[in-house]
């Protein structure tokens, strides 16, 4: 794979276009408007900082450790600063931005869709996108919680679609989880596999279709958690993220996650679950989407904004 397409330039579409052309790939990440060139280009600009900052620390005593070194930025035996530093002032020179979906395509071995987790949206974006692309490209999604067999009849090439999801800070958190649906040719999920490793990534094979995969599994639950405590008056959001942090040792609580995250993404994973019958629901979903809804309202919508639960220097 040479010509990689990010559809979407959100906290992890714009993450994930950075890595993968400071691996060496021509990246072009597709937008729906100028609006949304507008919102991403600063992200790019603050990725820029942050891998040069972590490549500097990397070079220090205190950056050589297991919790600051950035494997997705280099291997401790071969690390080199200065190659580390031009391959990411190379990857933002050579980052693409493109809002003709026929353009940004037209030679396209991979297309990885980063979208909001919208079943409407998507499924728009793939009925455009099915008849534009090449017979050569594979299409993956990064979709944290949605299915890929929800979409595979609306790509054009079920057995060439299948999920590729990040984690964040995928320079320093960098795995992926593969994930087919029962359309997908195994054969292309081995090439994603390799594409994924190629970006650095530890890739996970996930070998049963399951909604949050592995890591999201785990990790939704503790965020509905931490959010469900804060919406029924039991407590404050410091106070929840000390209590997990303190007590198990992880860096982040829910909270501090949800800022990373952004809470839109939040929100849009918590309407999902709106539909559910109260008695069925074990944490209120309602108090949550009404919660996130005022934050994100009021302009709060995490770390990438300078506020969310927690205040941030932009």
């Known amino acids: 794979m040479k010509n990689i397409v990010v559809a979407g330039g959100g906290v992890l579409g714009s993450q994930i276009a950075f890595q993968a052309a400071y691996c060496g790939f021509n990246v072009t990440i597709w937008l729906r408007s100028e609006g949304s060139i507008g919102r ?8 820029k900082e942050v891998y040069a900052d972590t490549i ?11 919790g600051n070194w950035a494997n997705g930025i280099a291997d401790y035996e071969s690390f080199d600063k200065d190659a580390c530093l031009a391959k990411a002032e190379q990857a933002y020179s050579g980052l693409k931005l493109e809002l003709d979906m026929a353009k940004a395509v037209e030679d396209a071995d991979l297309i990885i869709e980063s979208m909001a987790e919208n079943v409407d949206d998507k499924v728009a974006f793939y009925k455009k996108l099915a008849p534009l692309m ?9 979709s944290s919680t949605l299915l890929p067999s929800k979409f595979a009849k609306y790509t054009g090439r079920a057995d060439k679609y299948l999920s590729l999801h990040f984690a964040n800070s995928i320079w320093k958190n960098n795995m992926t989880e593969v994930m087919a649906q029962d359309q997908t040719d195994h054969k292309y999920f081995d090439e994603v596999m390799k594409f994924a490793e190629e970006m650095r990534m530890i890739p996970l094979p996930v070998r049963k279709e399951k909604s949050g995969y592995l890591l999201n599994s785990m990790l939704v639950p503790l965020l509905f ?6 919406v029924n008056g039991v407590s404050d ?19 501090l996650i949800l800022d990373t995250v952004g809470l839109t993404t939040a929100y849009n994973i918590v309407k999902m679950y709106l539909k559910v019958p109260s008695f069925l629901a074990p944490y209120n979903f309602k108090g949550m989407a009404k919660m996130l809804k005022e934050y994100i309202d009021a302009g709060k919508l995490g770390m990438a904004s300078g506020e969310g639960f927690y205040k941030y220097n932009k």
Request: charged letters at 20%; zero cysteines; proline letters at 13%.
């Open 56 to 66: 500097s620390l990397m070079a220090m005593p205190e950056g050589q450790t297991p």
């Open 40 to 47: 991403t280009q600063p992200k790019l600009d603050h990725l």
């Open 237 to 255: 959001p410091e106070s929840i993220d000390k209590a997990w942090t303190l007590g198990t040792g992880a860096p982040k609580g829910p909270f």
């Open 225 to 230: 958690s931490g959010m469900d405590l804060y």
């Open 134 to 142: 090449p017979e050569k490209t594979i299409l993956v999604t990064n």
